[in-house]
C-alpha cells in the first residue's frame, strides 16, 4: 500500500514561489505515475502536472496554465517527487494533491493513491 504525503505549502505573495514535495512510503515511486493536482474552492479539481516514465524516460506533462512557470521532478533516491512553482499567481490558489497512478495523465480515476493535501494561498 502507497502512502503519500505533501509539504511546502503556504502564503506566498504574487511573483513568489513555492517548492512543494510528495513523499512516499510502503512502496517505490519507480513503479508509479506521479500527478499534481489542485482544487479551488468551489471548483473541481484540476491537473497541473504529471511525470510518467516511458522507455526509462521521464515524461513531463503541464496544464497550459503552469507551462513554463511550474516544474516537476522526481528524486528517486529520496522516494519523493517536486512540483516547483514560480511566478506564483493569486489563481494558482488552492488545495495541492499528489497521487500515483499507473499511466499518468489529468483523468482522476486514472489515480490509486493521493495524499491529504497541502494550502497554497498566492495573495498580497
Known amino acids: 500500500q502507497l502512502h503519500l504525503v505533501e509539504s511546502g505549502g503556504g502564503l506566498v505573495q504574487p511573483g513568489g514561489s513555492l517548492r512543494l514535495s510528495c513523499a512516499a512510503s510502503g512502496s517505490t515511486l519507480d513503479y508509479y505515475a506521479i500527478g499534481w493536482f489542485r482544487q479551488a474552492p468551489g471548483k473541481e479539481r484540476e491537473g497541473v502536472s504529471c511525470?510518467?516514465?516511458?522507455?526509462?524516460?521521464?515524461?513531463?506533462t503541464y496544464a497550459t496554465s503552469v507551462k513554463g512557470r511550474f516544474t516537476i521532478s522526481r528524486d528517486n533516491a529520496k522516494n519523493t517527487v517536486y512540483l516547483q512553482m514560480n511566478s506564483l499567481k493569486p489563481e494558482d490558489t488552492g488545495v495541492y494533491y499528489c497521487?500515483?497512478?499507473?499511466?499518468?495523465?489529468?483523468?482522476?480515476?486514472?489515480?490509486?493513491?493521493w495524499g491529504q493535501g497541502t494550502q497554497v494561498t498566492v495573495s498580497s
Open positions: 511525470i510518467s516514465s516511458s522507455g526509462g524516460i521521464n515524461v513531463l
Open positions: 497521487a500515483a497512478g499507473r499511466y499518468g495523465g489529468f483523468r482522476l480515476n486514472e489515480y490509486e493513491y
